[in-house]
């Protein structure tokens, strides 16, 4: 299939991949079900707590021994927040508590969306230093993964964070800082939710600033030759590498001064990528190649110009699951090769592009970029279809490559595999127990993960 007039940018084709719907909510029950975002996991809580104020939440702690579970937007793929005790939901717990113009520090409630902090704090003349793929998440709910943007001279969300308010199991409520606890602050900024509820954060920002998106098809493997360089050069660089296909889409963000024009996605041009994609699915992954390395052919570049939280985090409406696994990052160019050899010579179904990206290490416990830079490398699933047998194929060569997974993003591993690649995952162990010795936070995942 080839189209007759180049006309698709970059963003349509990413709006394109994965244009389906989500599976109806059908099952019946007589307890309000809980989703994540992409439906794959439900669970059935007993109740639903939304404490109005930190004194509501510290009472109904100190007042009750129910399971627990904190839930951010609800967002990852790992069933960390399903429970059948009480979810405790802070959306009530959100917006700019306050600010401080010479440190460029400002605190949030935990349950604010990331995609609501921008405003506020533009208004006050900070922004953030980076942002994920998208921003639904909470602010708490995104820390507690580890949750990242792309860039090699930035960390992951969890390493702005300069003050972090937890309330305990027993209710008691802990300012926890570098400087008044270096330990439990280096575990509690990704804490997977297991030592207590997170009712504020104070963030380390930065001014206020504008940025240039540039979008691009090109070869994967011309992009993968001079990654390094091109992650040195641009604020933010990383591609979306096309199954069964020699391109990836490519994107380059870097500081301007430059006037904001930011054009919105056009759903014709989108509609008309939908429809050529679906032709390619229908046919036999091994006879795709030609035709979409003639759609990738087609893309034309495209350029942004807007303020940082608005270039930086995207919408996704078409639902997935996705597998994430982060490698050192001298190794992964060599992983991606091999994951795109493997989709290619399993003629594995698939059309999602993956991610590739560089995220700067840092000294969190449990963050994946513990230790120095790593590259992330993601790969996804429609909503409706199973994701298991494509990612049981994948999921070991990133254990061939020294692959830590995303703790929001599906893996199979537990305790044991999960204790050689974090070298502090006991000594969060200790901590996770003594603040928690009756267990109140924990559900079946975290038991698998912390070997309870
Ligand atoms: C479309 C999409 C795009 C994504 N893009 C990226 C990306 O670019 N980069 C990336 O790294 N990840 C990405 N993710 C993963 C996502 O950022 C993480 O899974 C994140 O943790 C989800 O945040 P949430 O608010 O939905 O939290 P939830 O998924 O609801 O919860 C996550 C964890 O946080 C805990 N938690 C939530 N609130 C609190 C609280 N107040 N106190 C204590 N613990 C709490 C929960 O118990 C749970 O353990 C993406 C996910 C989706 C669906």
Known sequence: MSLSRRRFVVRT?????????????????????????????????ASRFAPASEDELVSFLRTTSDTVRPVGAGHSFTPLVPTDGVLVVLDKLSGLFDYDELTDQATFGAGTRLGSMGVPLEAVGQAMFNLPDIDRQTLAGAISTATHGTGIGFNTLSAYVTEIRLV??????????????????????????????????????????????????????????????LANRHRHFEMFPLTHSDYALVLSIDETEEPINHPAPNPEEEAQFGNAMSSWMLMPPNERRPHINALAEQIEPSEAVDVSYRILANVRNNRFNEMEYSVPRERGGDCLREILNTIAERQIDVVFPLEYRYVQGDDLWLSMFGGGDRAAISIHRTAEADYRPYFDVIEPIFWKYGGRPHWGKVHSLGYAELNELYPRLEEFRMLRAELDPHGRFLNDHLRKVFGV
């Open 13 to 45: 084709a990413l709006a394109a991949f994965g244009a389906y719907s989500i599976k109806g909510f059908s099952e019946a029950s007589t307890t309000l079900p809980w989703r994540n975002w992409s439906g794959a996991l439900t669970s059935y809580p």
């Open 168 to 229: 305990t199991a027993t209710g008691d409520v802990l300012d926890i800082s570098p400087s008044t606890h270096p330990d439990l602050f280096r575990a509690a900024c990704v804490s997977l939710g297991s030592l207590g509820v997170v009712t504020r954060l104070q963030m380390q920002n930065r001014s206020a600033y504008r940025l240039k998106e540039r979008n691009w098809a090109q070869k994967t493997e011309e992009v993968l030759e001079s990654f390094d360089e």
